[in-house]
């Protein structure tokens, strides 16, 4: 028998009271619960399978409906857009000055969950036990991952460094890294921290039975079954002697992974010693161990009654979440919860339509046993043997059900949609296209989206943000080096241990695809409306470049797109400012030369006006000069007729005055030879 401390007895009575008593500890109903909720979401029950249902007649049809299974799955893709965005969470700043580092903690407790540990996947297998098993449960868990390696303190000669060389390579180069110097070497030891997002199985959880309380960390008593090796346990760095005491499982006493993994083979089988399966309960207890009447919050783990180890524990790094609440109480309500008399009854008409056909092709025969084949009638055969043909057997017809079972079925449709939304009814094509104009189709998404959207809000305050906070708690106090990360088309160094303790976050889930298009809509008006106020002169009034920006980026959010800085940049990066200085002096010097252009515009105006005026000045010196020498002209011109007319009459009388001078001479002779003539004769 192994020793244990007072304080591991005392702590091991605590525990196995705490488990006996505990919430989810009875498997014949919590176990049951979820053996029928996983059979229904696989359609096998109730049906004519491998264990058939004894109250199934052999003669009836096998057909089961499968609404729990096809609502889980529908809920779960409308819920899908509400996790695919890497800005799920959001902590509220304390303040203007706050605001940088709230959103820089945003942006690293984001990146853990979502890009570290694969968020998405994790919530989706969580959120989906939430619908299906009533709870869903995560975890939030440090694991260290240590490397060594050694300096040596000689030259490649062989010589010893010198001992203020030593000293400088016993400096750690980063937050994370240890130098310690033994003998003639230095070992280096580098521990490199993950913070590691889980999603855990519902039914390994239990907890305070008959809580009120529905916040976990105010649970006196919290805990996880687990399940590890020997060879585990070892490497976790516990004595073999005893863990080699410890009493293994030699199956799984848990019938939900047998239901979820539709087998009812055992599981924990061991081949060998080191691989036998210790039950152990990783548990958060409040505990007086120092006996000052006080109650201390503890972690212990538990291994087949034995107390392994035990530490003081700050809080519970568990979140369980529900879709559905139950008032003052932690587990809540599935849709299998809702919508299991409703399958229940679509199997049973199903089955009723199917038989109905069947009779209808088939039909009921009367007949002797002794006379006619029974075997034949029953299989609907096309010849039917018989012994006496005076004694025919009589065929019964039945009329055709069909109509009054298909409008019972889409009643139990109308029923699962109040129970359940209407998730499953929007996959159709026929319920997406109704209405006459974009604006009508999105009023009706956005009114049968509302189940949906309940679910979502509830999963988001009850599981999505205890995880985050959860996040933010473990980085801010085991971080051991900086992030990095990308923040605003930058990559940023951010220290956890510099970040102040957060305890309210604006949650971003919950948005349904409808509600998603209707803020982006919106968004868009919004923008129109900022540049609208830029371009009228109210920069900086209404709005500035700033603003500008968060629109944009909550735009990119609500598309789901994962990084919003790839495609626009932050007015208050380094870059942008830069950027912003080079443009303020690139329109100086744009409006310096737009002064110098305008002054030479200025100057070229005035030289142009001087030009017109001289150029005026000439034309009228010109005109004076022209119409001067055009009168000298016309007076010359006239002076020139009067002396040449002058010249011309005096021409004309001195002609005149030869011509009759001529004249009188001619006749003067011809009278001088009339007289000699006649003195002649």
């Avoid at 006006?609 to 000069?625: F, G, N, P, V, Y």
Wanted: charged share 25%; net charge negative.
């Amino acid at each position: 028998m192994i020793k244990q401390t007072k304080k591991q007895e005392d702590l091991r009575g605590i525990l196995q009271q705490e488990i006996a008593n505990a919430e989810n500890v009875d498997q014949q109903a919590m176990q049951q619960q979820h053996e029928e909720a996983l059979n229904y979401y696989f359609g096998n029950a109730p049906g004519r399978t491998q264990d058939a249902d004894p109250r199934v007649p052999e003669d009836r049809a096998a057909i089961v409906s499968t609404d729990v299974g096809d609502m889980v799955n529908a809920v779960l893709a409308q819920l899908t857009p509400m996790l695919s965005t890497d800005a799920l969470v959001e902590f509220e700043a304390k303040g203007k000055e706050d605001e940088e580092h709230a959103r820089a903690e945003s942006n690293a407790v984001n990146h853990v969950i979502i890009e570290q540990n694969a968020g998405f996947l994790e919530l989706q297998e969580a959120i989906k036990d939430a619908l299906l098993l009533r709870n869903c449960a995560a975890k939030i868990r440090v694991e260290d991952e240590v490397s060594t390696r050694s300096i040596p303190l000689t030259d490649d000669n062989g010589d010893p460094f010198p001992n203020e060389v030593i000293a400088a390579l016993l400096i750690p180069r980063a937050p994370n890294e240890r130098r310690e110097l033994k003998k003639d070497k230095i070992i280096v030891t580098t521990t490199d921290r993950a913070f590691l997002f889980d999603a855990v199985p519902f039914e390994n959880i239990i907890y305070t039975a008959n809580a009120t309380d529905t916040e976990i960390q105010n649970l006196s008593f919290f805990a996880e079954r687990l399940y590890y090796t020997r060879s585990e346990l070892i490497k976790m760095g516990y004595k073999r002697q005893i863990v080699d005491e410890l009493q293994h499982v030699t199956g799984e006493q848990n019938i939900t992974p047998r239901a979820r993994d539709k087998s009812h083979q055992q599981t924990r089988y061991a081949s060998s010693t080191p691989q036998q399966y210790i039950e152990c309960y990783e548990c958060y207890v409040m505990a007086d161990l120092d006996d000052d009447g006080i109650a201390e919050r503890y972690r212990v783990l538990l291994a087949s009654n034995y107390v392994l180890d035990y530490e003081p524990a700050e809080v519970i790094p568990y979140a369980v979440g529900t879709a559905f609440l139950s008032s003052h109480r932690i587990a809540g309500e599935s849709l299998f919860d809702r919508l299991k008399s409703v399958q229940d009854y679509k199997t049973e008409f199903m089955r009723n339509w199917v038989d109905n056909q069947q009779r209808m092709i088939f039909g009921t025969w009367i007949g002797d046993p002794h006379i006619h084949n029974f075997d034949d009638m029953a299989q609907g055969s096309n010849a039917v043997r018989t012994k006496d043909m005076n004694r025919i057997p009589v065929k019964v017809e039945h009329r055709d059900l069909g109509p009054s079972i298909l409008a019972a079925l889409e009643y139990q449709d109308k029923r699962r949609t109040e129970k359940g939304g209407a998730a499953l009814d929007m996959m159709s094509a026929d319920a997406q296209l109704v209405g006459e104009t974009a604006y009508g189709i999105e009023r009706q998404y956005a009114q049968r989206e509302l189940m949906v959207t309940f679910m979502g809000r509830n999963l988001a305050e009850t599981f999505i943000r205890p995880i985050y906070l959860l996040m933010h708690y473990f980085m801010r106090t085991y971080s051991n080096a900086p992030l990095e990360l990308k923040m605003a088309g930058e990559w940023t160094s951010v220290d956890p241990t510099q970040w102040r303790a957060r305890q309210r976050c604006s949650v971003k889930a919950g948005l349904s695809a409808g509600e998603r298009t209707h803020m982006q809509r919106t968004l868009q008006q919004l923008l129109s409306f900022q540049l609208q106020a830029i371009q009228a002169g109210q920069n900086g009034v209404l709005a500035d470049i700033s603003t500008v920006y968060n629109t944009v980026m909550d735009w990119c959010n609500f598309a789901g797109l994962d990084n919003g800085d790839s495609y626009v940049i932050n007015p208050k990066s380094q870059a942008a400012q830069q950027a912003a200085q080079q443009n303020v002096q690139a329109q100086q010097q744009q409006a310096q030369a737009q002064q110098q252009a305008q002054q030479q515009l200025i100057q070229l105006q005035m030289q142009l006006e001087m030009a017109k005026l001289q150029q005026a000045a000439k034309e009228a010196d010109d005109e004076l000069s022209y119409k001067y020498w055009s009168d000298r002209l016309q007076s010359e011109t006239k002076e020139a007729e009067i002396v040449a007319k002058g010249i011309t009459d005096l021409n004309k009388v001195q002609l005149e005055g030869q011509q009759r001078e001529a004249q009188q001479a001619r006749t003067n002779g011809a009278a001088e030879r009339a007289t000699n003539a006649g003195e002649n004769t």
